[in-house]
């Protein structure tokens, strides 16, 4: 299992162009005209958004295992 992870946004950066939302595989990241929307429930820590946005505006944040 890869470490799971919650997706971060610098808002200073992201300028809303979609690319992280459309190449995320399980459709955990909504963009809208309002602003960058991240869906932890769906997301399966692939971090293909980090490496997908074009200014970086997308960080990794580790999360706790709860057991
Ligand atoms: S890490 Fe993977 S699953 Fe999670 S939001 Fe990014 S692209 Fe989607
Ligand atoms: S790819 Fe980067 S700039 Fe584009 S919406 Fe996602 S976080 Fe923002």
Same mark, same amino acid.
């Given at each position: 299992m890869p470490e799971r992870i919650k997706v971060i946004?610098? /808002?200073d950066r992201c300028y809303l162009c979609g690319g992280c939302a459309g190449v995320c595989p399980t459709l955990a990241i /909504?963009?809208? +005209? +309002?602003?960058? /929307?991240?869906?932890?429930?769906? *997301? #399966? +820590? *692939?971090? #293909?958004c980090i490496s997908a946005c074009p200014v970086g505006a997308l960080s990794a944040e580790s999360l706790e295992v709860s057991e």
């Open positions: 946004v610098n /808002e /909504e963009v809208h +005209s +309002s602003g960058w /929307e991240f869906l932890q429930d769906k *997301c #399966i +820590s *692939c971090r #293909i």
